[in-house]
């Protein structure tokens, strides 16, 4: 199982990023994939999640400005995230999630947003 972020980067109050996550070494369109994020000194943070299908679901902090997605013939999963705020700074990493209740057992190695002017 690999999963490898792409699309981190610095961006100012107000912008946007679209992040990635390729997937390979397991069927992608059978497991919950999560968003997780870690800010500079503090713990995880749940981001967002989605199913093989329509069910997804957002952290409060994030809702109405990120939206997950995935492409299940693509083995890829991403994260729009727009409007972005100093306090979205973060290493954000995809997880393979075993049950839609933050049953991770794979992470990527994460990418770096940080949101600065």
């Known amino acids: 199982v690999q999963l490898v972020e792409s699309g981190g980067g610095l961006v100012q109050p107000g912008g946007s990023l679209r992040l990635s996550c390729a997937a390979s070494g397991f069927t992608f369109s059978s497991y919950y994939m999560s968003w997780v994020r870690q800010a500079p000194g503090k713990g995880l943070e749940w981001v967002s999640d989605?199913?093989?299908?329509?069910?997804?679901n957002y952290a409060d902090s994030v809702k109405g400005r990120f939206t997950i997605s995935r492409d299940n013939a693509k083995n890829t999963l991403y994260l729009q995230m727009n409007s972005l705020k100093p306090e979205d700074t973060a290493l954000y990493y995809c997880a393979r999630d075993l049950d839609g209740w933050s049953a991770y057992d794979y992470w990527g190695q994460g990418t770096q947003v940080t949101v600065s002017s």
């Open positions: 989605m199913n093989s299908g329509s069910r997804i």
